[in-house]
C-alpha cells in the first residue's frame, strides 16, 4: 500500500470521526418538538364501601393489614386500584367527558407514597377517536410526574410520547383530580 493510499484512509477516516462528533452533538442537544399536544383532567372517585353509585376506582387486593375499603397504612404498600374514571378538558368533575382512562396503579413503596401505573386513554371526540397507552412510576414526592405513552390504536397509531401529571385536587382518600399534558414526539 504506497503512501498516497495511506494517507487518503487517514484523511477519510479523521474526516468521518469530525462529521460523526459533530452529528452526534448536533442529535443530543436538539430540542425536540411534540407532532401532537393535549391537555386534560382525570378524575377518580375510589369506592370506600358506600358510594358505589359513583365510584369510578376500588381497591382489588390489599395487604393483610388492610381491607377492599380503605388504603392501607405505610403510604398504601400493597393496594392495588383498577380504574375506569372520565376524561374532561377542564377541571369540572360535571363536564362532559372526552373519553375513560381505564387501568390500574399499585402502591410499590413502603417508606415514601409512590404508585406504579399502566393504563389507556380512550378517546372518542369528533376530534380524536382512539386510545395510547401510559405506563411509569408516579412518585408522589414530586410536583410533575412524566410517565411514558408507548403507543396506540385509531388517531393515535403508533404515538409515542410522555404525559406529564400534577396533582390537581384531592379530598381525602375518596377523590383525586389529575392535570394531565400530553406530548406526542413520535406521531405516525
Known amino acids: 500500500m504506497g503512501l498516497h493510499t495511506t494517507l487518503s484512509i487517514l ?16 442529535r443530543n442537544n436538539k430540542h425536540y418538538k411534540p407532532c401532537k399536544h393535549l391537555l386534560f383532567f382525570f378524575h377518580s372517585i375510589r369506592y370506600n364501601g358506600n358510594n358505589a353509585a359513583n365510584a369510578t376506582s376500588t381497591i382489588v387486593a390489599a395487604p393483610q393489614w388492610g381491607n377492599l ?24 368533575l360535571h363536564s362532559l367527558p372526552i373519553g375513560r382512562a381505564q387501568g390500574l396503579y399499585l ?40 410517565l411514558s405513552i408507548v403507543g396506540g390504536t385509531g388517531d393515535f397509531f403508533m404515538h409515542r410520547g410522555i404525559a406529564s401529571i400534577t396533582t390537581d385536587a384531592v379530598e381525602d382518600e375518596v377523590y383525586f383530580r389529575l392535570r394531565v399534558d400530553i406530548k406526542f414526539y413520535e406521531c405516525w
Open 11 to 26: 484523511v477519510f477516516f479523521f474526516m468521518f470521526l469530525t462529521l460523526s462528533s459533530s452529528d452526534n452533538h448536533q
Open 69 to 92: 375499603t380503605k388504603l392501607a397504612d405505610q403510604n398504601h404498600f400493597g393496594d392495588v386500584v383498577v380504574f375506569d374514571n372520565p376524561i374532561t378538558l377542564d377541571n369540572n
Open 107 to 146: 402502591y410499590d413503596n413502603k417508606k415514601i407514597l409512590t404508585a406504579w401505573f399502566a393504563f389507556s386513554f380512550i378517546l372518542n371526540t369528533t376530534d380524536y377517536h382512539g386510545n395510547f397507552h401510559v405506563i411509569g412510576v408516579d412518585s408522589g414526592t414530586m410536583k410533575i410526574r412524566d
